[in-house]
């Protein structure tokens, strides 16, 4: 079965620092991986999504990941971070096949940004 | 073109009671899924349902729970005589048609559950 690990439960960065939020999956099939974002009492905005092609997945707020097959790692970054990027992030994946659509979530990584 | 909605927000039920929830999948959108987030955890999939057909129900717990996603109207999801551990938010999550639209889900609110 597919799984996904967020290596970090809440990761706490200064203003304008950069910062990168882990996530491993399991490698058992191919497969597609997803970063979603919760703001407080809200549903979930996906970030970015990873499906084929170049392995640098650039995604909305100046978010980017990598994909990276031999440390089956899809480690999200931003080079600079906002007060407003203070929210819940979930690592995502998706085994294909006759699993289509049932995403497999990480336990989240709570970022806190501090002016 | 509104969001995926889900009602109510917040729902309040008594051990033993019945827990109907209701979500209205994007415009266009024929695929829905929902979502269970239990405190301290990330989402666990539940159910993914087209049109009048249950496509994979294998998240959902054996007994006291039931979903649907009629021809006409919102899906809903069914929980009988709700039981503590059922205290969680659900959410519920819609995308196009279409092979390529199963890697777009939009999430609705969520619908935050308290069995007192």
């Known amino acids: 079965a597919q799984s996904v690990t967020q290596l970090d439960s809440q990761v706490p960065v200064f203003e304008e620092a950069p910062v990168e939020l882990r996530c491993n999956y399991s490698?058992?099939?191919?497969?597609?991986l997803f970063w979603y974002v919760q703001y407080p009492n809200q549903g979930l905005q996906l970030l970015l999504k990873?499906?084929?092609?170049?392995?640098l997945v650039k995604g909305i707020n100046g978010f980017e990941a990598e994909f990276n097959k031999s440390q089956t790692s899809f480690h999200l970054r931003k080079p600079s971070v906002h007060i407003s990027d203070t929210a819940e992030y979930f690592c995502?994946?998706?085994?294909?096949?006759?699993?289509?659509?049932?995403?497999?979530f990480g336990q989240g990584t709570i970022l806190t940004v501090h002016p | 073109n509104a969001g995926v909605m889900q009602n109510p927000r917040h729902l309040v039920r008594r051990r033993g009671q019945e827990a109907r929830l209701r979500c209205s999948p994007m415009?266009?959108?024929?695929?829905v899924y929902w979502y269970r987030q239990l405190p301290e955890e990330g989402l666990k999939f539940m159910v993914y349902?087209?049109?009048?057909?249950?496509?994979?129900e294998s998240g959902m717990p054996k007994e006291r729970f039931s979903a649907e996603f009629p021809k006409e109207g919102p899906s809903i999801l069914r929980i009988q005589q709700v039981v503590r551990g059922d205290s969680a938010a659900y959410f519920c999550?819609?995308?196009?048609?279409?092979?390529?639209?199963?890697?777009?889900?939009?999430f609705g609110p969520g619908t935050r559950l308290t069995v007192t």
């Open positions: 995502a994946g998706d085994a294909g096949g006759t699993s289509y659509g049932k995403l497999t």
């Open positions: 990873y499906l084929s092609g170049s392995t």
């Open positions: 415009k266009g959108h024929s695929h």
């Open positions: 349902l087209q049109k009048e057909n249950i496509i994979d």
């Open positions: 999550a819609s995308s196009p048609p279409g092979q390529q639209g199963l890697y777009e889900q939009y």
């Open positions: 490698s058992s099939v191919s497969v597609y």
